[in-house]
């Protein structure tokens, strides 16, 4: 990255560009209107297998050295993927197999994208010829800075070739003993015992229940599957050049995929995110993306997608307003990305997305988008001293895998409408909303650095993560707790001897039973300074061991048992919050929590429709204010005096933002360097 960051001097802006679905003609005018939008890197070839190899083994690369050429000579450099997301008709057809099978037992076939089971060893061959072709030819372009490996990895396949991966993915797990998969799965349970291992097969569509232990170990297998993928084809093209960033573009909360994994793999982390323009509120979970996307690899990350404005995939698909996309680009920038690209430079004149916004919209360069895009790619340079800065938080938010898939990939549980993302979105909001800077961790991410610790939704809980919660809290952290977490082990089975099991002595209470709520259900609360709330939902019957009650059920069947308690832990604390809390007490009980912790915010009183992340590097940092609303202004109190980079001008106690204005404060850097 540091070497992309040193040959594109700025912010790497550009898109998406698929030439070959245009004529030679218009080649030469997208590279001019590149050049005037100050476009300087672009993601070529992601579907162009068909053009590439138009028949087995016959290459066609001219159009793809002419455009290389072009836009070298035109100064833009390249991030060239390999097309393994779309084989062509040849390879669907000429090889059946290497189409998926869906969980419903349908095959998938051609005329879409992602049709490829990516177990298949045929598939699989066809994909490493392509890429090292790919490799052999461009390895060495001058316009070459970036692999850009297939595109958005995901689903799985349910062929017989997938569950014989499956097989000998378990194999591998279980130590090739099948009675350690037998416990890890419970098959003791409805008669499931296994007595050999051809007899295991992927979990299709259940006519009714389905085992909980082996959906979760289908999900790891099935994120396993596609990393092999990309690995296979990274060691292809770094065994031509190993000093460029090889990396994939990974979706907003995509479940199917452990991007903690993943990203162990990549040279930089790269995302794509739609927001839908005709959501409210889809700027929390964008900045929460944004901020497992910077924590991933703990380095500054890759807008890779965006768009410009409207997308295709909603019933309806809403236009971004004016200074919307603007907006959102700087979100992401102020929550670490290095870049804002987009979905894609010229808009498609057929297919599926050809109402799918783009830099270039089919209305030119007389449209509002083209307009904002090159106002924004000729203002990117005014804060290109933030390029490749770091950030320091002292929260820490867990965001893992196998937590989602232990709590969403089974029937079962007291309540199966839980929605992962979802829960860990409600816990973040208050903090985004308070201007609090949050970093976000797996269950093997190193927790000592941080003073506070929320983990909301991990129903299911590593025990190596338990422990280094418990040395963390210990050691004087403050955890802040969601219901239903800590209940059972990796292989979804219930910890013993009682909830919440692996958080009993963190919490200091125990369960004795879970209480969902019927639905229309509401509870009163009351707090301990005698403020009450109306909750909804879950409740659960919590008795305290070493925990005292912060706030109790005040009407319903547990009325006077404690919903909210405080445990003592080492030099540390707990704070479990055993209900769901309407938004605005859990704003209260997380804000009060990192407060009393220590932590102070990036600023103080400003309304909560602003947003304030800070980057920083050796020699200063920079304080993004970001107002959200379309019609509200905000005057916000900054902690030190500098410059808005944005327009020049010096910046004292406060400053004041215009509806959807950003602000980038540079200060001089006084203390330590942030850590990159
Ligand atoms: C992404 C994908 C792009 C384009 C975009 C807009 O998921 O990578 O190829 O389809 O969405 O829908």
Redesign the pocket.
């Known amino acids: 990255m540091a070497g992309l960051r040193a040959r594109l001097r700025g912010f790497a802006f550009g898109g ?1 560009y698929n030439p070959e679905q245009w004529d030679r003609a218009v080649w030469d005018e997208d590279v001019a209107l590149m050049r005037r939008a100050g476009v300087n890197l672009v993601t070529l070839g ?2 162009a297998w068909a053009s590439l190899e138009p028949e087995p083994g016959r290459f066609e690369f001219g159009w793809l050295d002419e455009v290389m050429d072009l836009l070298h000579a035109g100064g833009i450099a390249v991030d060239l993927a390999t097309p393994t997301a779309a084989p062509p008709v040849w390879l669907s057809h000429g090889h059946p197999e290497v189409l998926p099978v869906m969980e419903d037992g349908k095959t998938f076939g051609f005329g879409n994208r992602l049709h490829y089971d990516p177990t298949s060893p045929r598939y699989r061959q066809h994909a490493a010829r392509i890429t090292t072709a790919l490799a052999e030819r461009y390895s060495g372009h001058p316009a070459l800075a970036m692999w850009h490996i297939s ?2 990895y995901g689903p799985i396949a349910y062929t017989p070739g997938a569950a014989a991966a499956f097989r000998d993915w378990l194999r591998r797990r279980y130590g090739d003993d099948l009675d350690a998969l037998n416990d890890a799965w419970y098959t003791r349970f409805w008669s499931q015992r296994y007595t050999s291992w051809d007899q295991v097969a992927p979990p299709e569509l259940p006519r009714s229940w389905s085992n909980p232990a082996r959906r979760l170990d289908f999900q790891r297998f099935a994120s396993d599957a596609l990393r092999e993928c990309f690995i296979s084809e990274r060691d292809i093209v770094r065994s031509y050049r190993d000093d460029l960033p090889v990396l994939t ?1 990974f ?1 907003r909360f995509y479940r199917h995929a452990d991007y903690w994994r993943w990203a162990a793999e990549q040279d930089a982390v790269a995302l ?1 995110i ?1 927001p839908d323009p005709g959501r409210d509120d889809s700027r929390v979970a964008a900045a929460l993306n944004f901020d497992l996307m910077r924590s991933l690899r703990g380095q500054p990350w890759i807008l890779m ?1 965006q ?1 410009a404005s409207a ?3 909603w019933r309806v698909n809403n236009v971004k307003p004016p200074g919307r996309m603007r907006l959102g680009s700087y979100q992401a920038i102020a929550h670490g990305a290095d870049s804002v690209m987009y ?2 430079w010229r808009a498609s004149r057929g297919g599926h ?1 050809r109402f ?1 916004s783009a830099m270039l919209p089919h209305s030119g360069t007389g449209a509002r988008t083209w307009r904002e895009v090159e106002a924004l790619g000729a203002e990117l340079p005014r804060i290109a001293e933030a390029l490749g800065s770091g950030s320091r938080a002292e929260i820490a938010v867990l965001f893992d895998w196998d937590a989602w898939w232990g709590l969403e990939t089974a029937y079962g549980l007291p309540r199966n409408d839980f929605d992962y993302p979802g829960m860990v979105t409600d816990h973040y909001r208050p903090l985004l909303e308070g201007h609090f800077a949050a970093d976000v961790v797996s269950f093997d991410s190193d927790l000592s650095r941080y003073r506070v610790l929320v983990v909301a939704g991990a129903h299911l809980v590593s025990d190596g993560f338990v422990a280094r919660l418990e040395r963390f809290v210990a050691a004087g952290g403050t955890l802040l707790c969601s219901y239903f977490c800590g209940v059972v082990d990796p292989h979804n089975q219930v910890r013993q001897p009682a909830y919440p099991g692996a958080f009993r002595g963190l919490i200091g209470a125990y369960i004795d039973e879970y209480w969902p709520a019927r639905d229309g259900e509401t509870f009163e609360v009351r707090f301990a300074d005698g403020t009450t709330s109306v909750c909804d939902w879950w409740q659960e019957s919590i008795h305290p061991e070493s925990a005292r009650a912060v706030a109790w059920y005040a009407s319903g069947s547990l009325s006077g048992r404690p919903a909210v308690i405080q445990n003592p832990f080492g030099s540390g604390r707990v704070v479990y919050v055993g209900t769901r809390l309407p938004p605005a007490t859990l704003h209260d009980t997380v804000l009060a929590t990192v407060r009393d912790a220590g932590v102070a915010p990036l600023v103080e009183a400003a309304p909560d429709f602003v947003e304030a992340a800070r980057r920083g590097n050796e020699h200063a940092e920079f304080l993004f204010l970001l107002n959200h609303s379309d019609t509200r202004t905000a005057r916000v109190a900054v902690p030190a005096p500098g410059v808005d980079l944005l327009t020049g001008v010096a910046v004292g106690d406060h400053v004041s933002l215009d509806p959807l204005a950003v602000a980038v404060i540079r200060t001089e850097r006084q203390r330590q360097p942030a850590a990159t």
């Open positions: 998406d992601v579907f595109n958005e573009n979706m794509d739609y997608e768009a997308v295709s995939q979905f894609q997305e799918h």
